[in-house]
Antibody
Framework: EVQVVESGGDLVQPGGSLRLSCTAS????????MNWVRQAPGKGLEWIAV???????YYADSVKGRFTLSRDNSKNTVNLQMNSLRPDDTAVYYC??????WGRGTLVTVSS | DIVMTQTPLSSRVILGQPASISCRSS???????????LSWLHQRPGQPPRVLIYKISNRFSGVPDRFSGSGAGTDFTLRISRVEAEDVGVYYC?????????FGQGTKLEI
């Protein structure tokens, strides 16, 4: 069964860093559009980044310059390195293959 | 960025009756490859989103045929032919024709 599983969510102080991972099962991440979407508490869905093709990435303005995507083909994972975290980054972060298959999400809380 | 506008933002429906949600985009969603990348997602409380419809009118695997999508260009509609109790939650339209991908505000469906 095609599956993506997010991990790495945690409580972090403002200005801190965190790395999220998205692990794929029953498919290979490299030829797919691997997206990250987040949802702040009680809010709607916000697309934030994608890793696609031969290694191209695209970021929403809200995270550009602070978040960085990477891919580990040996582990079949896509990682989201989040730096300079702010309270408004608090959200459930979802990984999605092609915006069709979604994980259950991992919670990131940015608070002192 | 393409702005996605959904109407209504909330709807109370009767079990067994039809329901529809509209989504309008600020630009055409037809990609240069000729495909219109407009999807509809459903999210129940406490659950992740799941895709119902992709490329305007294609039902995703396992989605009941009471769900249907239509539209073209900038105007799209999701229809539920006969609402069931499990259909409560929030519905989102999503465009993936152009980065950044953008979602509608969400439509809350209540019974």
């Amino acid at each position: 069964e095609v599956q993506v599983v997010e991990s790495g969510g945690d409580l972090v102080q403002p200005g801190g860093s965190l790395r999220l991972s998205c692990t794929a099962s029953e498919f290979t991440v490299s030829p797919n559009y691997m997206n990250w979407v987040r949802q702040a508490p009680g809010k709607g869905l916000e697309w934030i980044a994608v890793f696609y093709g031969g290694g191209d990435t695209y970021y929403a303005d809200s995270v550009k310059g602070r978040f960085t995507l990477s891919r580990d083909n040996s582990k079949n994972t896509v990682n989201l390195q989040m730096n300079s975290l702010r309270p408004d980054d608090t959200a459930v972060y979802y990984c999605s293959r092609n915006l069709y298959y979604w994980g259950r999400g991992t919670l990131v809380t940015v608070s002192s | 960025d393409i702005v996605m506008t959904q109407t209504p933002l909330s709807s109370r429906v009767i079990l067994g009756q039809p329901a529809s949600i509209s989504c309008r985009s600020s630009q055409s969603l037809e990609h240069s490859d000729g495909t219109t990348y407009l999807s509809w997602l459903h999210q129940r409380p406490g659950q992740p989103p799941r895709v119902l419809i992709y490329k305007i009118s294609n039902r995703f695997s396992g989605v009941p045929d009471r769900f249907s999508g239509s539209g073209a260009g900038t105007d799209f509609t999701l229809r539920i032919s006969r609402v069931e109790a499990e259909d409560v939650g929030v519905y989102y339209c999503l465009q993936a024709a152009q980065f950044p991908c953008t979602f509608g505000q969400g439509t809350k469906l209540e019974i």
